[in-house]
């Protein structure tokens, strides 16, 4: 009877470390230890311990700000965008994420977006200025995001800001000929 | 032969025997006074099963917000301060949220943030206002636990800011009320932010001001033009002679090349050229400062 209790006890102690519970708006992605992926949604679940592992991605927009320089007739401005994005892939994401690392994932994210940005935007920067959204409902299915939208986050425009560097240049050069001359 | 027990050696053998208890070794004197196998199951199992539905004990304390889950759906959202039971884990479980979530922020912008105007002119902003979650469900279902709710709200108030600024031309922006550009803005956050669950409550410009303008932005130009002629006939004096190159600097031929680097950053800021006839130009600025509230 005692090892009966014993017995009951070691399982009890095993399902309550293998069952693991996924919330609204996440997914569990289960790694096993052949390096095989896959998802699990909402609920409760179960996996084996010490032979598979447990990452949770959060299916929550996530927001970020993306710096293109862009060229109107010889001005140049620099557009800072704000991208609201979600994970609507979790094991293409993870994939990516786990092979990489999140900073690749980011820097790669960021490539892309200034990629559509420069290709599909030919606009004036009034026509620019005035916009609020500029692209929709992009999908990057080898990332595993899908792009709700890109808005315009600020325009700021180089030209007003070139004249202190231009100075700042000009005396350097200056002053390197002053202390020659003095020589 | 007999061997006489130390006192340590007594002492182990308490501890040893003391231990088989511990591990089950049943006393014969005392058999009729143990619990029968079964009872002894019983009684485990019902501990067992209290300290499970321990877990589902619930304290949400003062200014806390408690999210409630069930197989990892949200079921239920309360308010503190209270106590009560809910589903046992794994079943369910609850996450508290600090219910005042709420600051003041100000949004100064600097020379790389500058809100161009729908006439493209650069605008210098400060506008300070307080947000509220007042729908944390709403809230939550967008943006799940968010770290830094301070960041998430800048961000999206400033994109916010840049459209108002872009819709009006400068003129009007500098020119009208700023307490009612204040409000007007402020409605307008409130419609596009009520999807999210959070509400300005107050919102007030205190500065709205055109930085630059193509005119004043000729005049900077034409003192880098001067500064570079300067430069070019320094070198062509150097080229003559170096030692009437040093004189005529000395005897403040070239007037901006004499000067220091903060002394031409400071003239290019103010736009204020002394000429060589001697003229003084400035150049107007518009600079409203109107404090609406505090």
């Given at each position: 009877?005692?090892?009966?209790?014993?017995?009951?006890?070691?399982?009890?102690?095993?399902?309550?470390?293998?069952?693991?519970?996924?919330?609204?708006?996440?997914?569990a992605?289960?790694?096993?230890?052949?390096?095989?992926?896959?998802?699990?949604?909402?609920?409760?679940?179960?996996?084996?311990?010490?032979?598979?592992?447990?990452?949770?991605?959060?299916?929550y927009?996530?927001?970020?700000?993306?710096?293109?320089?862009?060229?109107?007739?010889?001005?140049?401005?620099?557009?800072?965008?704000?991208?609201?994005?979600?994970?609507?892939?979790?094991?293409?994401?993870?994939?990516?994420?786990?092979?990489?690392?999140?900073?690749?994932?980011?820097?790669?994210?960021?490539?892309?977006?200034?990629?559509?940005?420069?290709?599909?935007?030919?606009?004036?920067?009034?026509?620019?200025?005035?916009?609020?959204?500029?692209?929709?409902?992009?999908?990057?299915?080898?990332?595993?995001?899908?792009?709700?939208?890109?808005?315009?986050?600020?325009?700021?425009n180089?030209?007003?800001?070139?004249?202190?560097?231009?100075?700042?240049?000009?005396?350097?050069?200056?002053?390197?000929?002053?202390?020659?001359?003095?020589? | 032969?007999?061997?006489?027990?130390?006192?340590?050696?007594?002492?182990?053998?308490?501890?040893?025997?003391?231990?088989?208890?511990?591990?089950?070794?049943?006393?014969?004197?005392?058999?009729?006074?143990?619990?029968?196998?079964?009872?002894?199951?019983?009684?485990l199992?019902?501990?067992?099963?209290?300290?499970?539905?321990?877990?589902?004990?619930?304290f949400?304390?003062?200014?806390?917000?408690?999210?409630?889950?069930?197989?990892?759906?949200?079921?239920?959202?309360?308010?503190?301060?209270?106590?009560?039971?809910?589903?046992?884990?794994?079943?369910?479980?609850?996450?508290?949220?600090?219910?005042?979530?709420?600051?003041?922020?100000?949004?100064?912008?600097?020379?790389k943030?500058?809100?161009?105007?729908?006439?493209?002119?650069?605008?210098?902003?400060?506008?300070?206002?307080?947000?509220?979650?007042?729908?944390?469900?709403?809230?939550?279902?967008?943006?799940?636990?968010?770290?830094?709710?301070?960041?998430?709200?800048?961000?999206?108030?400033?994109?916010?800011?840049?459209?108002?600024?872009?819709?009006?031309?400068?003129?009007?922006?500098?020119?009208?009320?700023?307490?009612?550009?204040?409000?007007?803005?402020?409605?307008?956050?409130?419609?596009?932010?009520?999807?999210?669950?959070?509400?300005?409550?107050?919102?007030?410009?205190?500065?709205?001001?055109?930085?630059?303008?193509?005119?004043?932005?000729?005049e900077?130009?034409?003192?880098?033009?001067?500064?570079k002629?300067?430069?070019?006939l320094?070198?062509?004096?150097?080229?003559?002679?170096?030692?009437?190159?040093?004189?005529?600097?000395?005897?403040?031929k070239?007037?901006?090349?004499?000067?220091?680097?903060?002394?031409?950053?400071?003239?290019?800021?103010?736009?204020?050229?002394?000429?060589?006839?001697?003229?003084?130009?400035?150049?107007?600025?518009?600079?409203?400062?109107?404090?609406?509230?505090?």
């Amino acid at each position: 009877m005692k090892k009966l209790i014993l017995l009951f006890i070691i399982i009890l102690l095993i399902l309550s470390i293998a069952i693991f519970r996924v919330r609204d708006n996440q997914v569990a992605i289960i790694k096993k230890y052949n390096g095989q992926v896959f998802v699990k949604h909402n609920g409760l679940h179960f996996f084996i311990p010490f032979l598979e592992r447990i990452y949770f991605i959060q299916l929550y927009k996530n927001y970020r700000v993306v710096e293109v320089p862009y060229f109107n007739n010889k001005d140049s401005y620099l557009l800072q965008l704000l991208v609201e994005f979600k994970i609507n892939d979790a094991i293409n994401y993870f994939k990516l994420v786990d092979v990489n690392s999140k900073a690749v994932f980011l820097e790669k994210f960021d490539d892309k977006i200034r990629k559509i940005v420069i290709k599909g935007l030919h606009k004036n920067i009034v026509d620019l200025n005035n916009s609020k959204v500029l692209f929709n409902d992009i999908a990057f299915d080898q990332m595993g995001v899908v792009i709700n939208y890109i808005a315009i986050y600020n325009i700021s425009n180089s030209k007003y800001e070139d004249t202190q560097h231009v100075l700042e240049s000009l005396y350097n050069n200056a002053s390197k000929i002053k202390v020659d001359l003095i020589k | 032969m007999n061997k006489k027990n130390s006192p340590i050696d007594e002492q182990i053998e308490k501890i040893n025997q003391q231990l088989a208890k511990i591990l089950g070794k049943k006393d014969n004197n005392n058999l009729d006074n143990n619990l029968s196998s079964s009872k002894f199951i019983l009684l485990l199992i019902i501990n067992l099963l209290l300290l499970w539905c321990i877990t589902g004990f619930y304290f949400v304390g003062s200014n806390q917000y408690a999210i409630f889950y069930k197989n990892g759906k949200m079921i239920d959202i309360i308010k503190g301060v209270k106590i009560g039971f809910t589903y046992p884990i794994p079943f369910g479980d609850y996450q508290l949220i600090n219910a005042n979530l709420g600051d003041t922020l100000s949004i100064n912008t600097n020379r790389k943030e500058w809100k161009l105007s729908k006439d493209l002119k650069p605008l210098k902003v400060t506008v300070i206002f307080n947000y509220k979650i007042n729908n944390i469900k709403k809230f939550y279902e967008n943006f799940g636990f968010v770290q830094d709710t301070n960041k998430l709200i800048f961000l999206l108030f400033n994109m916010q800011l840049r459209e108002y600024i872009a819709s009006k031309d400068s003129n009007v922006l500098v020119h009208n009320s700023l307490i009612a550009q204040g409000n007007e803005f402020r409605d307008t956050l409130n419609k596009q932010f009520e999807v999210y669950g959070i509400n300005i409550s107050k919102l007030y410009f205190e500065m709205l001001t055109v930085i630059d303008n193509d005119d004043n932005f000729k005049e900077k130009n034409d003192i880098i033009k001067k500064y570079k002629q300067e430069l070019k006939l320094l070198n062509l004096a150097i080229k003559k002679d170096k030692n009437i190159a040093k004189n005529e600097l000395n005897a403040n031929k070239y007037p901006l090349l004499t000067l220091d680097l903060e002394g031409l950053k400071n003239i290019l800021e103010s736009n204020t050229l002394n000429t060589e006839s001697g003229n003084h130009r400035n150049l107007d600025r518009v600079v409203i400062r109107e404090r609406v509230f505090r």
